[in-house]
């Protein structure tokens, strides 16, 4: 699905919208980047188990050498969509399974200066370099760059403490681009105030901790490392669209879980839940693990 989107030829299943090609359109719209993360930490998760009881993280060829291989070719077409935030994003919940897992920080940190260039060379490309020059001085480009930043400020500092009201936020109205899915927190922030933030916030720091609670109780290290993924892909995913509406990051596509316009990224974040629900059964204890009642 991934390569269907960026070859040539495929436009008209493929259409390129607001200057990249992300999505298929076959009777239903379907966003594959979206699913790649799924399948990123099912499988990672799935072949880290086979390494760590071979005791193959010791050493970089055997342990980390080849799940970076795999990666590359997953990611390159992310990149050419191009998204490499997403990019960014699916490789980090990778990371993180694989450090659960019990592989080396050094060889990490190895491989992860190996990709600085790739890494450098992107982020000085086309649009990527004007959203980092924005962040870095917010007013070199108030009307390009850093204008979707600025609007997402001044919704979060009109809703004052309890808000404008529900429906009543001015933002959408021509002002904050994308405000239905890539800032929708700003609007949140704009028509329910410190309040509805707070109360946001809340509700996906309940989601993390239930998540991470459900990995220590899994009953084998693969329920472990997938429950791991699917909580970090829900708690990223939440921290770093909260982090662009505050101006803390640079700005990036990232739907807020749960809450963003998004059909894609909604059936992905349902399909997390699920898995970490099925975590939850088989952990003893739960509703099918060998503790549970008759």
């Known amino acids: 699905l991934l390569a269907l989107v960026v070859l040539p030829g495929t436009e008209a299943i493929a259409p390129e919208i607001n200057g990249a090609r992300r999505w298929l359109k076959v009777g239903v719209t379907l966003q594959p980047s979206e699913f790649a993360k799924i399948a990123m930490i099912v499988w990672t998760a799935s072949i880290a ?13 055997l342990g980390l050498g080849p799940f970076f291989l795999i990666w590359a070719v997953l990611l390159l077409p992310v990149v050419l969509e191009p998204d490499f935030s ?38 000085a490309v086309g649009f990527r370099a004007d959203r980092l020059a924005s962040f870095l001085n917010p007013a070199s480009d108030p009307a390009g760059a850093g204008f ?9 500092g009109s809703g004052g403490l309890t808000g404008v009201g529900f429906g009543m936020g001015r933002q959408k109205f021509g ?24 109360f946001l916030t809340a509700l ?6 239930v998540g991470f609670r459900v990995a220590g109780r899994a009953p084998d290290l693969f329920g472990e490392l997938l429950a791991i ?9 939440a921290v770093l669209h909260m982090a662009v509406g505050l101006g803390l990051v640079p700005a990036t ?15 992905v974040t349902l399909i997390a839940m699920g898995i970490l629900m099925s975590v939850a059964r088989a952990a003893p204890g739960g509703a099918g693990g060998k503790g549970a009642r008759a």
Request: aromatic residues 10%; glycine residues 8%.
């Open 49 to 61: 188990v086979k390494k760590a009881r071979q005791d193959h993280f010791k050493r970089l060829s």
């Open 86 to 123: 997403t990019a960014c994003l699916i490789a980090l919940l990778g990371v993180l399974i694989l450090f659960a897992a019990g592989a080396r920080p050094g060889h990490f940190l190895f491989l992860g200066l190996l990709a600085v260039p790739f890494v450098k060379n992107q982020l």
């Open 148 to 156: 979707q930043v600025r609007q997402s400020l001044v919704a979060l």
């Open 175 to 198: 002002f904050l681009p994308e405000a239905h899915n890539d800032f929708i927190f700003a609007m949140v922030g704009e028509e329910w105030g410190l309040m509805g933030v707070v």
């Open 204 to 209: 996906f720091v309940a989601i993390i901790l």
């Open 229 to 237: 993924g699917v909580t970090n892909l829900i708690a990223l995913q």
């Open 253 to 267: 596509g990232l739907a807020l879980p749960l809450v963003s316009y998004g059909r894609s990224n909604l059936v």
